[in-house]
């Protein structure tokens, strides 16, 4: 958060006093899509993958590595189910929030506000990125640009999930990836 904004000593013991530590097993969920989504994970140590399911099978949507905040965003803004669910793709550590309590603290501290204001221009930022790059790129650019953007975590990615993530099928990865 203290990219984004000074933390006064009151915000701090507001978010210790509300923030729960959670750890989650490889493979396990964070939040499984048949349910509303109530509570916004930050990752200190791990990986997550956000996901739908499509006739059977796991459409990777997004990651969120270390220093990165994790929901299922329809179903945590809207408070209804979704079709997204978070998985940890390995031992993860997350420090978690309620939504009630991040309501709280935006309501109670300014600061707040523009964390999340500045934070979610971020992500907005490589959200419309990632649209670009699906649109109006090849399967060879789609991956350039996921190895220059994703560089910190493609060793810890199954391919599979790296291809679902482009778009793209697992045999025309492999072969953007043997430069064919």
């Known amino acids: 958060m203290e990219q984004y904004i000074r933390i006064s000593e009151?915000?701090?013991e507001a978010l210790?006093?509300?923030?729960?530590?959670?750890?989650?097993?490889?493979?396990?969920?964070l939040?499984?899509?048949?349910?509303v989504c109530t509570r916004s994970d930050f990752v200190q140590r791990g990986l997550v993958r956000l996901y739908y399911l499509r006739d059977g099978e796991k459409i990777t949507e997004y990651f969120s590595a270390e220093?990165?905040?994790?929901?299922?965003?329809?179903?945590?803004?809207?408070?209804?189910?979704?079709?997204y669910y978070l998985e940890a793709l390995e031992p993860t550590h997350?420090?978690?929030l309620q939504v009630q309590d991040l309501g709280y603290l935006f309501d109670t501290f300014p600061e707040m506000e523009r964390y999340a204001r500045l934070s979610m221009g971020s992500v907005f930022g490589?959200?419309?990125?990632?649209?670009?790059s699906l649109r109006f790129t090849s399967a060879k650019e789609k991956y350039a640009h996921f190895c220059d953007?994703?560089?910190d975590i493609l060793p810890r990615l199954p391919l599979g999930m790296v291809a679902s993530y482009l778009g793209i099928t697992q045999e025309t990865l492999s072969r953007v990836r043997a430069g064919r």
């Open 94 to 96: 997350t420090l978690s």
């Open 16 to 29: 210790l006093n509300r923030v729960r530590v959670a750890s989650y097993g490889k493979g396990q969920l």
């Open 10 to 12: 009151a915000l701090r």
């Open 67 to 83: 220093g990165e905040w994790v929901n299922s965003p329809n179903s945590f803004i809207k408070r209804l189910p979704d079709i």
């Open 149 to 151: 953007t994703h560089h």
């Open 31 to 35: 939040h499984d899509a048949r349910h």
């Open 126 to 132: 490589h959200l419309m990125d990632r649209i670009t």
